[in-house]
Protein backbone atom coordinates (compact mmCIF):
# COMPACT_ATOMS: atom_id res chain seq x y z
CA UNK A 1 0.00 0.00 0.00
CA UNK A 2 0.88 3.94 -0.74
CA UNK A 3 1.58 5.54 2.14
CA UNK A 4 1.08 9.49 1.58
CA UNK A 5 1.84 12.19 3.56
CA UNK A 6 0.67 15.56 3.34
CA UNK A 7 1.98 18.74 4.42
CA UNK A 8 0.27 22.48 4.27
CA UNK A 9 2.73 24.72 3.70
CA UNK A 10 -0.36 27.41 5.01
CA UNK A 11 -0.01 25.86 8.53
CA UNK A 12 3.46 24.11 8.62
CA UNK A 13 6.70 25.89 7.82
CA UNK A 14 9.44 24.94 5.06
CA UNK A 15 11.86 23.66 7.70
CA UNK A 16 9.36 21.27 8.97
CA UNK A 17 8.74 19.75 5.77
CA UNK A 18 12.22 19.44 4.80
CA UNK A 19 13.63 18.25 8.21
CA UNK A 20 10.97 15.07 7.52
CA UNK A 21 12.12 15.11 3.97
CA UNK A 22 15.68 14.62 5.03
CA UNK A 23 15.00 12.52 7.86
CA UNK A 24 12.37 11.03 8.76
CA UNK A 25 11.09 9.63 5.34
CA UNK A 26 12.65 6.24 5.62
CA UNK A 27 11.52 5.80 9.55
CA UNK A 28 7.72 6.36 7.93
CA UNK A 29 8.25 4.27 4.92
CA UNK A 30 6.68 7.05 2.71
CA UNK A 31 6.51 6.54 -0.83
CA UNK A 32 4.43 10.18 -1.44
CA UNK A 33 4.65 13.33 -0.41
CA UNK A 34 2.00 16.15 -1.45
CA UNK A 35 2.83 20.02 -0.41
CA UNK A 36 -0.34 22.16 -0.54
CA UNK A 37 -0.42 25.92 -0.55
CA UNK A 38 3.36 26.43 -1.46
CA UNK A 39 2.40 29.89 -2.22
CA UNK A 40 5.79 31.14 -3.53
CA UNK A 41 7.80 29.33 -0.60
CA UNK A 42 11.38 29.15 -1.16
CA UNK A 43 13.58 26.08 -0.79
CA UNK A 44 10.89 23.84 -1.14
CA UNK A 45 11.90 19.66 -1.25
CA UNK A 46 15.47 20.76 -0.95
CA UNK A 47 18.36 18.61 -0.67
CA UNK A 48 16.32 15.27 -0.46
CA UNK A 49 18.61 11.65 -0.85
CA UNK A 50 15.28 9.58 -0.89
CA UNK A 51 13.05 7.64 -3.64
CA UNK A 52 10.11 9.52 -3.23
CA UNK A 53 7.36 11.17 -5.45
CA UNK A 54 6.87 14.41 -4.18
CA UNK A 55 4.16 16.91 -5.44
CA UNK A 56 4.17 21.01 -4.80
CA UNK A 57 0.64 21.82 -5.66
CA UNK A 58 0.55 25.30 -6.88
CA UNK A 59 3.04 28.18 -7.45
CA UNK A 60 6.83 27.46 -5.49
CA UNK A 61 9.48 30.08 -5.13
CA UNK A 62 13.55 30.00 -5.52
CA UNK A 63 15.64 26.62 -4.89
CA UNK A 64 12.60 24.06 -5.07
CA UNK A 65 14.45 20.20 -5.60
CA UNK A 66 18.11 22.25 -5.35
CA UNK A 67 20.70 19.48 -4.82
CA UNK A 68 17.74 17.00 -5.54
CA UNK A 69 18.80 13.05 -5.32
CA UNK A 70 16.93 9.62 -6.43
CA UNK A 71 13.35 11.98 -5.82
CA UNK A 72 11.06 12.61 -8.33
CA UNK A 73 9.80 15.80 -7.41
CA UNK A 74 6.63 17.60 -9.85
CA UNK A 75 5.59 21.39 -9.54
CA UNK A 76 1.85 21.90 -10.49
CA UNK A 77 2.46 25.63 -11.28
CA UNK A 78 5.20 28.01 -12.14
CA UNK A 79 8.45 27.64 -10.32
CA UNK A 80 10.84 30.95 -9.52
CA UNK A 81 14.89 31.17 -9.77
CA UNK A 82 17.25 27.88 -9.76
CA UNK A 83 14.65 24.90 -9.44
CA UNK A 84 16.88 21.68 -9.21
CA UNK A 85 20.05 24.20 -8.87
CA UNK A 86 23.02 21.36 -8.55
CA UNK A 87 20.97 18.27 -8.99
CA UNK A 88 22.79 14.96 -8.69
CA UNK A 89 20.11 12.62 -9.73
CA UNK A 90 16.02 11.54 -10.22
CA UNK A 91 13.73 13.56 -11.47
CA UNK A 92 12.26 17.17 -11.14
CA UNK A 93 9.34 18.20 -13.51
CA UNK A 94 7.55 21.40 -13.56
CA UNK A 95 4.08 21.42 -15.21
CA UNK A 96 4.35 25.36 -15.58
CA UNK A 97 7.55 27.93 -16.34
CA UNK A 98 10.60 28.62 -14.54
CA UNK A 99 12.21 31.83 -13.88
CA UNK A 100 15.81 32.08 -14.44
CA UNK A 101 18.91 29.85 -14.00
CA UNK A 102 16.84 26.13 -14.21
CA UNK A 103 19.10 23.44 -13.74
CA UNK A 104 22.36 25.30 -12.33
CA UNK A 105 25.02 23.25 -12.16
CA UNK A 106 23.25 20.44 -12.02
CA UNK A 107 25.86 17.15 -12.04
CA UNK A 108 22.79 14.83 -12.93
CA UNK A 109 19.02 13.33 -13.43
CA UNK A 110 16.52 14.56 -15.35
CA UNK A 111 14.90 17.92 -15.09
CA UNK A 112 11.63 18.54 -17.16
CA UNK A 113 10.09 21.97 -17.34
CA UNK A 114 6.39 22.26 -19.33
CA UNK A 115 6.39 25.83 -19.74
CA UNK A 116 9.55 28.33 -20.87
CA UNK A 117 12.23 28.50 -18.76
CA UNK A 118 13.71 32.64 -18.41
CA UNK A 119 17.24 33.53 -18.74
CA UNK A 120 20.45 31.27 -18.05
CA UNK A 121 18.83 28.24 -17.90
CA UNK A 122 21.36 25.30 -17.34
CA UNK A 123 23.89 28.00 -16.41
CA UNK A 124 27.67 25.43 -15.80
CA UNK A 125 25.43 22.62 -16.42
CA UNK A 126 27.91 19.96 -14.95
CA UNK A 127 26.17 16.74 -16.79
CA UNK A 128 22.43 16.97 -15.80
CA UNK A 129 19.48 16.73 -18.48
CA UNK A 130 16.92 19.43 -19.25
CA UNK A 131 14.39 19.60 -20.84
CA UNK A 132 12.21 22.75 -21.88
CA UNK A 133 8.78 22.43 -23.49
CA UNK A 134 8.65 25.72 -24.43
CA UNK A 135 11.14 28.85 -24.56
CA UNK A 136 14.36 29.99 -22.59
CA UNK A 137 15.89 32.81 -22.29
CA UNK A 138 19.17 34.81 -22.85
CA UNK A 139 22.61 32.89 -21.58
CA UNK A 140 20.87 29.98 -21.36
CA UNK A 141 23.86 27.16 -21.03
CA UNK A 142 26.22 29.81 -20.16
CA UNK A 143 29.99 27.59 -19.18
CA UNK A 144 28.10 24.53 -19.55
CA UNK A 145 29.92 21.82 -19.17
CA UNK A 146 28.63 18.90 -19.49
CA UNK A 147 25.26 17.64 -20.08
CA UNK A 148 22.31 18.10 -22.38
CA UNK A 149 19.65 21.03 -22.71
CA UNK A 150 16.61 20.19 -25.32
CA UNK A 151 14.60 23.58 -25.92
CA UNK A 152 11.35 22.45 -27.89
CA UNK A 153 10.90 26.56 -28.12
CA UNK A 154 12.84 28.87 -29.37
CA UNK A 155 16.29 30.65 -27.52
CA UNK A 156 16.86 34.04 -26.50
CA UNK A 157 20.20 35.72 -26.67
CA UNK A 158 23.65 34.49 -26.40
CA UNK A 159 22.65 30.87 -26.00
CA UNK A 160 25.87 28.37 -24.73
CA UNK A 161 28.53 31.61 -24.41
CA UNK A 162 31.86 29.89 -23.26
CA UNK A 163 30.40 26.79 -23.73
CA UNK A 164 32.43 23.85 -22.96
CA UNK A 165 31.31 19.81 -23.72
CA UNK A 166 27.59 19.94 -22.53
CA UNK A 167 25.31 20.03 -26.22
CA UNK A 168 22.24 22.18 -26.78
CA UNK A 169 19.63 20.97 -29.18
CA UNK A 170 16.95 23.52 -30.29
CA UNK A 171 13.93 22.99 -32.27
CA UNK A 172 12.71 27.19 -32.97
CA UNK A 173 14.72 30.01 -33.37
CA UNK A 174 17.60 30.89 -31.87
CA UNK A 175 18.26 34.55 -31.56
CA UNK A 176 21.64 34.34 -31.08
CA UNK A 177 24.71 32.45 -30.26
CA UNK A 178 26.81 33.25 -27.52
CA UNK A 179 31.10 33.39 -28.12
CA UNK A 180 32.35 30.29 -28.90
CA UNK A 181 29.13 28.18 -29.30
CA UNK A 182 28.16 26.95 -33.24
CA UNK A 183 26.07 24.96 -35.26
CA UNK A 184 26.62 21.69 -36.39
CA UNK A 185 25.12 18.67 -38.17
CA UNK A 186 23.34 16.32 -36.76
CA UNK A 187 24.30 12.65 -36.28
CA UNK A 188 23.02 9.60 -35.73
CA UNK A 189 23.55 9.66 -31.85
CA UNK A 190 22.33 12.89 -31.93
CA UNK A 191 18.79 12.36 -33.18
CA UNK A 192 19.08 9.23 -30.57
CA UNK A 193 19.78 11.51 -27.69
CA UNK A 194 16.74 14.10 -28.51
CA UNK A 195 14.17 10.84 -29.17
CA UNK A 196 14.88 9.47 -25.69
CA UNK A 197 14.85 12.79 -23.87
CA UNK A 198 11.62 13.83 -25.70
CA UNK A 199 10.14 10.37 -24.91
CA UNK A 200 11.87 10.53 -21.05
CA UNK A 201 9.95 14.07 -20.84
CA UNK A 202 6.58 13.19 -22.75
CA UNK A 203 6.68 15.46 -25.56
CA UNK A 204 5.93 14.33 -28.37
CA UNK A 205 8.43 16.16 -31.53
CA UNK A 206 10.33 15.13 -33.85
CA UNK A 207 13.95 14.77 -33.30
CA UNK A 208 14.62 16.00 -37.03
CA UNK A 209 13.00 18.79 -36.32
CA UNK A 210 16.44 20.35 -34.03
CA UNK A 211 19.51 21.68 -34.38
CA UNK A 212 22.78 20.89 -32.24
CA UNK A 213 24.68 23.47 -30.60
CA UNK A 214 27.50 23.32 -29.44
CA UNK A 215 31.58 24.40 -28.19
CA UNK A 216 34.31 25.67 -31.18
CA UNK A 217 36.02 24.85 -28.69
CA UNK A 218 37.88 28.04 -29.43
CA UNK A 219 38.04 30.02 -26.06
CA UNK A 220 39.74 26.76 -24.76
CA UNK A 221 43.00 28.06 -25.37
CA UNK A 222 44.68 31.61 -25.08
CA UNK A 223 45.24 33.03 -28.28
CA UNK A 224 46.90 36.06 -27.91
CA UNK A 225 46.24 37.22 -31.45
CA UNK A 226 42.55 37.84 -31.68
CA UNK A 227 42.72 40.80 -29.26
CA UNK A 228 39.65 39.02 -27.21
CA UNK A 229 37.59 39.42 -30.03
CA UNK A 230 35.64 36.20 -30.22
CA UNK B 1 18.52 43.45 -2.55
CA UNK B 2 15.04 44.98 -1.79
CA UNK B 3 12.14 44.19 -2.84
CA UNK B 4 9.42 45.73 -4.79
CA UNK B 5 6.04 45.83 -5.26
CA UNK B 6 2.91 47.56 -7.12
CA UNK B 7 -0.41 47.03 -7.74
CA UNK B 8 -2.89 48.68 -10.26
CA UNK B 9 -7.15 48.47 -9.06
CA UNK B 10 -9.24 47.91 -12.47
CA UNK B 11 -12.46 47.98 -10.65
CA UNK B 12 -14.17 50.31 -7.97
CA UNK B 13 -13.91 47.17 -5.64
CA UNK B 14 -10.30 47.05 -5.82
CA UNK B 15 -9.84 50.61 -5.64
CA UNK B 16 -11.40 50.28 -1.80
CA UNK B 17 -9.25 47.77 -0.64
CA UNK B 18 -5.76 49.14 -2.58
CA UNK B 19 -4.18 49.37 0.78
CA UNK B 20 -5.65 46.09 2.75
CA UNK B 21 -3.97 43.91 -0.32
CA UNK B 22 -0.89 46.06 -0.61
CA UNK B 23 0.53 46.11 2.73
CA UNK B 24 1.05 41.90 2.80
CA UNK B 25 2.91 42.60 -0.45
CA UNK B 26 5.46 45.45 1.30
CA UNK B 27 5.34 43.41 4.45
CA UNK B 28 6.40 40.49 2.56
CA UNK B 29 9.15 41.78 1.28
CA UNK B 30 10.56 42.47 4.14
CA UNK B 31 12.68 39.59 3.89
CA UNK B 32 14.57 41.08 0.74
CA UNK B 33 14.39 44.97 2.32
CA UNK B 34 14.66 45.33 5.83
CA UNK B 35 16.06 48.62 6.63
CA UNK B 36 13.30 51.02 5.59
CA UNK B 37 10.37 51.52 3.11
CA UNK B 38 8.32 53.36 1.29
CA UNK B 39 4.83 53.64 -0.98
CA UNK B 40 3.29 55.90 -3.05
CA UNK B 41 -0.38 55.73 -3.26
CA UNK B 42 -2.37 57.23 -6.60
CA UNK B 43 -5.78 58.90 -5.93
CA UNK B 44 -9.00 60.09 -7.84
CA UNK B 45 -7.32 63.68 -8.72
CA UNK B 46 -7.67 67.06 -7.09
CA UNK B 47 -9.05 69.73 -9.16
CA UNK B 48 -6.66 71.81 -11.29
CA UNK B 49 -5.02 74.61 -9.42
CA UNK B 50 -4.89 72.84 -6.10
CA UNK B 51 -1.79 70.41 -5.58
CA UNK B 52 -1.32 67.56 -2.80
CA UNK B 53 1.97 67.96 -0.75
CA UNK B 54 3.49 64.90 0.71
CA UNK B 55 5.93 65.66 3.85
CA UNK B 56 8.26 63.92 6.20
CA UNK B 57 9.67 65.28 9.33
CA UNK B 58 12.24 63.03 11.33
CA UNK B 59 10.71 63.86 14.78
CA UNK B 60 7.20 62.24 15.39
CA UNK B 61 6.15 64.07 17.92
CA UNK B 62 6.56 66.99 15.58
CA UNK B 63 3.54 69.38 15.56
CA UNK B 64 2.35 69.47 12.54
CA UNK B 65 -1.39 71.73 13.59
CA UNK B 66 1.59 74.40 14.14
CA UNK B 67 3.27 73.82 10.26
CA UNK B 68 -0.49 74.32 9.04
CA UNK B 69 -1.91 77.14 10.70
CA UNK B 70 1.65 78.84 9.99
CA UNK B 71 1.04 78.29 5.99
CA UNK B 72 -2.45 79.58 6.45
CA UNK B 73 -1.52 82.50 8.03
CA UNK B 74 1.35 83.24 5.30
CA UNK B 75 -0.58 82.27 1.93
CA UNK B 76 -3.95 83.23 2.89
CA UNK B 77 -5.33 80.13 0.56
CA UNK B 78 -7.18 77.06 0.74
CA UNK B 79 -6.24 74.20 2.17
CA UNK B 80 -6.24 71.32 4.22
CA UNK B 81 -4.06 68.66 5.74
CA UNK B 82 -3.72 65.12 7.18
CA UNK B 83 -1.68 64.12 9.11
CA UNK B 84 -0.01 60.82 11.05
CA UNK B 85 3.23 60.70 12.84
CA UNK B 86 6.17 61.80 11.00
CA UNK B 87 3.86 62.20 7.24
CA UNK B 88 1.40 64.84 6.40
CA UNK B 89 -0.45 65.16 3.37
CA UNK B 90 -1.15 68.98 2.97
CA UNK B 91 -3.36 69.97 -0.12
CA UNK B 92 -3.53 73.68 -1.13
CA UNK B 93 -4.14 76.29 -4.16
CA UNK B 94 -0.63 77.12 -3.59
CA UNK B 95 1.79 76.45 -6.40
CA UNK B 96 4.71 74.32 -5.93
CA UNK B 97 7.83 77.07 -6.50
CA UNK B 98 6.18 79.14 -4.00
CA UNK B 99 5.37 76.18 -1.53
CA UNK B 100 8.87 75.38 -1.91
CA UNK B 101 9.92 78.37 -0.97
CA UNK B 102 7.87 78.73 2.04
CA UNK B 103 8.96 75.21 3.48
CA UNK B 104 12.43 75.95 3.09
CA UNK B 105 12.37 79.40 4.57
CA UNK B 106 10.21 78.52 7.24
CA UNK B 107 10.74 75.00 7.95
CA UNK B 108 13.89 73.45 6.85
CA UNK B 109 13.72 70.56 8.79
CA UNK B 110 10.62 69.25 6.85
CA UNK B 111 11.37 67.36 3.37
CA UNK B 112 8.89 67.22 0.85
CA UNK B 113 8.61 64.11 -0.73
CA UNK B 114 6.26 64.43 -3.46
CA UNK B 115 3.82 67.17 -5.25
CA UNK B 116 1.12 66.26 -7.60
CA UNK B 117 -2.44 65.88 -8.09
CA UNK B 118 -2.71 62.25 -7.08
CA UNK B 119 0.20 60.95 -5.57
CA UNK B 120 0.49 60.70 -2.03
CA UNK B 121 3.81 59.03 -0.47
CA UNK B 122 5.48 58.08 2.90
CA UNK B 123 8.65 56.72 2.90
CA UNK B 124 10.80 56.11 6.78
CA UNK B 125 13.37 54.13 8.12
CA UNK B 126 12.76 50.39 9.87
CA UNK B 127 10.92 47.43 9.35
CA UNK B 128 8.22 47.66 6.55
CA UNK B 129 5.63 45.92 8.80
CA UNK B 130 6.87 48.58 11.35
CA UNK B 131 6.08 51.34 8.86
CA UNK B 132 3.03 49.98 7.27
CA UNK B 133 1.38 49.93 10.95
CA UNK B 134 2.75 53.43 11.61
CA UNK B 135 1.33 55.06 8.95
CA UNK B 136 -1.53 52.77 8.84
CA UNK B 137 -1.08 51.42 5.06
CA UNK B 138 -3.90 49.06 5.18
CA UNK B 139 -6.72 52.05 5.20
CA UNK B 140 -5.12 53.39 2.00
CA UNK B 141 -7.60 53.89 -0.79
CA UNK B 142 -6.68 54.43 -4.85
CA UNK B 143 -5.77 53.75 -8.33
CA UNK B 144 -2.51 52.47 -8.05
CA UNK B 145 0.61 52.21 -5.60
CA UNK B 146 4.08 51.64 -5.75
CA UNK B 147 6.14 50.56 -2.84
CA UNK B 148 9.50 49.45 -1.68
CA UNK B 149 12.04 47.89 0.77
CA UNK B 150 15.11 48.31 1.09
CA UNK B 151 18.75 46.72 2.08
CA UNK B 152 20.77 49.86 1.55
CA UNK B 153 24.19 48.71 -0.65
CA UNK B 154 25.44 51.96 -1.31
CA UNK B 155 24.64 54.76 0.40
CA UNK B 156 23.06 55.35 3.75
CA UNK B 157 20.17 54.37 5.60
CA UNK B 158 17.69 57.49 6.50
CA UNK B 159 13.88 58.28 4.86
CA UNK B 160 15.14 60.57 2.19
CA UNK B 161 17.52 57.66 1.02
CA UNK B 162 14.48 55.02 0.94
CA UNK B 163 12.24 54.50 -2.24
CA UNK B 164 10.16 55.88 -4.16
CA UNK B 165 12.03 58.86 -5.48
CA UNK B 166 9.46 61.17 -6.97
CA UNK B 167 10.92 64.07 -9.84
CA UNK B 168 8.46 66.79 -11.24
CA UNK B 169 4.62 66.17 -10.54
CA UNK B 170 2.84 62.98 -10.14
CA UNK B 171 6.07 60.92 -10.89
CA UNK B 172 8.05 58.19 -8.87
CA UNK B 173 10.21 55.16 -9.47
CA UNK B 174 11.35 52.78 -7.20
CA UNK B 175 14.68 50.32 -8.31
CA UNK B 176 16.16 47.20 -7.16
CA UNK B 177 19.53 47.03 -8.67
CA UNK B 178 22.07 49.44 -8.81
CA UNK B 179 23.58 51.75 -11.07
CA UNK B 180 27.41 51.76 -11.79
CA UNK B 181 27.20 55.76 -13.38
CA UNK B 182 24.79 57.47 -11.07
CA UNK B 183 27.77 60.57 -10.54
CA UNK B 184 28.08 61.19 -14.37
CA UNK B 185 24.14 60.40 -14.79
CA UNK B 186 24.24 63.10 -11.91
CA UNK B 187 27.09 65.93 -13.54
CA UNK B 188 24.79 65.81 -16.79
CA UNK B 189 21.64 66.78 -14.81
CA UNK B 190 23.56 68.91 -12.27
CA UNK B 191 24.45 71.56 -15.76
CA UNK B 192 21.07 71.11 -16.79
CA UNK B 193 20.28 73.11 -13.26
CA UNK B 194 18.65 70.10 -11.94
CA UNK B 195 18.96 69.91 -7.90
CA UNK B 196 19.58 66.73 -6.09
CA UNK B 197 18.68 66.05 -2.15
CA UNK B 198 20.55 62.66 -1.72
CA UNK B 199 23.84 61.07 -3.23
CA UNK B 200 21.45 58.07 -3.85
CA UNK B 201 21.90 56.28 -7.38
CA UNK B 202 18.40 55.68 -8.07
CA UNK B 203 17.76 59.60 -7.77
CA UNK B 204 19.63 60.23 -10.37
CA UNK B 205 17.91 57.43 -12.93
CA UNK B 206 14.77 58.63 -11.02
CA UNK B 207 15.78 62.53 -12.01
CA UNK B 208 17.03 61.92 -15.70
CA UNK B 209 13.64 60.14 -16.69
CA UNK B 210 11.91 62.68 -15.37
CA UNK B 211 14.08 65.25 -16.95
CA UNK B 212 13.78 63.77 -20.24
CA UNK B 213 10.12 63.80 -20.07
CA UNK B 214 10.12 67.48 -19.84
CA UNK B 215 12.34 67.32 -22.95
CA UNK B 216 9.16 66.12 -24.89
CA UNK B 217 10.30 62.09 -24.69
CA UNK B 218 7.40 60.25 -23.68
CA UNK B 219 8.09 58.05 -20.80
CA UNK B 220 8.53 55.06 -23.07
CA UNK B 221 10.66 57.10 -24.88
CA UNK B 222 12.99 58.21 -21.53
CA UNK B 223 12.96 54.55 -20.67
CA UNK B 224 14.92 53.75 -24.05
CA UNK B 225 17.37 57.32 -23.80
CA UNK B 226 18.13 55.12 -20.11
CA UNK B 227 19.08 52.10 -21.96
CA UNK B 228 21.47 53.83 -23.37
CA UNK B 229 22.71 56.35 -20.28
CA UNK B 230 22.14 54.08 -17.07
CA UNK B 231 25.17 51.47 -16.45
CA UNK B 232 24.02 48.85 -13.96
CA UNK B 233 21.37 46.90 -13.14
CA UNK B 234 17.63 47.86 -12.34
CA UNK B 235 14.03 46.53 -12.09
CA UNK B 236 12.60 49.65 -12.12
CA UNK B 237 8.98 50.00 -11.50
CA UNK B 238 7.35 53.53 -12.07
CA UNK B 239 3.94 55.04 -11.70
CA UNK B 240 2.69 58.17 -13.19
CA UNK B 241 -0.60 59.93 -12.84
CA UNK B 242 -2.24 57.64 -15.20
CA UNK B 243 0.03 55.01 -15.50
CA UNK B 244 2.10 52.15 -13.67
CA UNK B 245 5.09 51.17 -15.66
CA UNK B 246 7.80 48.09 -15.12
CA UNK B 247 11.54 47.40 -17.31
CA UNK B 248 14.21 45.28 -16.72
CA UNK B 249 17.96 46.35 -17.53
CA UNK B 250 19.18 44.03 -20.61
CA UNK B 251 20.80 41.31 -18.66
CA UNK B 252 17.70 40.79 -15.98
CA UNK B 253 19.75 40.06 -12.80
CA UNK B 254 16.96 41.72 -10.62
CA UNK B 255 13.92 39.56 -10.63
CA UNK B 256 9.95 40.49 -10.87
CA UNK B 257 7.24 38.18 -11.42
CA UNK B 258 3.55 40.06 -12.56
CA UNK B 259 0.38 38.28 -11.84
CA UNK B 260 -3.06 40.16 -13.65
CA UNK B 261 -6.95 39.33 -13.51
CA UNK B 262 -9.76 41.03 -14.65
CA UNK B 263 -9.54 42.78 -11.22
CA UNK B 264 -6.12 44.13 -11.34
CA UNK B 265 -2.49 44.37 -11.77
CA UNK B 266 0.16 43.29 -9.11
CA UNK B 267 4.10 43.34 -9.53
CA UNK B 268 6.50 41.88 -7.00
CA UNK B 269 9.92 40.98 -6.53
CA UNK B 270 8.94 37.70 -5.61
CA UNK B 271 5.47 35.42 -5.68
CA UNK B 272 5.40 35.09 -2.68
CA UNK B 273 4.15 38.62 -2.23
CA UNK B 274 1.31 38.18 -4.50
CA UNK B 275 -0.03 34.84 -3.07
CA UNK B 276 -2.56 36.51 -0.97
CA UNK B 277 -4.38 38.36 -3.46
CA UNK B 278 -7.80 37.44 -4.84
CA UNK B 279 -8.13 34.65 -7.19
CA UNK B 280 -4.22 34.99 -8.17
CA UNK B 281 -3.90 31.00 -8.60
CA UNK B 282 -6.49 31.91 -11.69
CA UNK B 283 -3.90 34.80 -12.83
CA UNK B 284 -1.98 35.22 -15.65
CA UNK B 285 1.56 34.93 -14.19
CA UNK B 286 4.76 36.49 -16.00
CA UNK B 287 8.20 37.01 -15.74
CA UNK B 288 9.07 40.16 -17.83
CA UNK B 289 11.24 40.11 -20.50
CA UNK B 290 14.55 42.01 -20.56
CA UNK B 291 14.36 45.60 -22.06
CA UNK B 292 10.65 45.40 -22.86
CA UNK B 293 8.55 48.03 -21.34
CA UNK B 294 5.53 46.77 -19.49
CA UNK B 295 2.80 49.38 -18.85
CA UNK B 296 -0.93 49.51 -17.81
CA UNK B 297 -3.03 52.66 -18.10
CA UNK B 298 -5.50 53.36 -15.11
Known sequence: ?230 | MCGIVGFLAKTPQMRDKLGELVTPMLNCMGTRGPDSAGLAVFTEPLPDQQRRYSLYVHNRRFDWGVLFDDFMDETDAEGEMIDVESHAALVSTVSPPRFKTWLTKSYPEVHLLSVGHRIDLYKDEGHPEEISERYGFPDLTGTHAVGHTRMATESAVSPAHAHPFTAGEDFCLVHNGSLSNPYSIRRKLERQGIHFETDNDTEAGCRFIEWRMRQGDTLEQAIHASFKELDGFFTFLMATADKLLLVRDPFACKPAVVAETDDYVAIASEFRSLAHLPNVQDARVFEPSPEIIYSWNV
Not at chain 1, 23 to 42: F, M, S
Request: charged share 20%.
Open chain 1, 1 to 230: MERVKNFDLSRTSVRELNQFLHHDLNAEHTDQVEILHPDGAHSIAAGVNAPVHIHVRGHAGYFVAGMNQQADVTIHGNVGWSIAENMMSGRVHVKGHASESAGASAHGGLLIIDGDASSRCAISLKGGEIVVGGSVGHFSAFMAQAGTLVVCGDSGPNLGDSLYEAVIYVRGKIHSLGADAQEEPMGHADYDAVGRLLNAAGMEYDPKDFKRVASARKLYHWNSEVHQEY
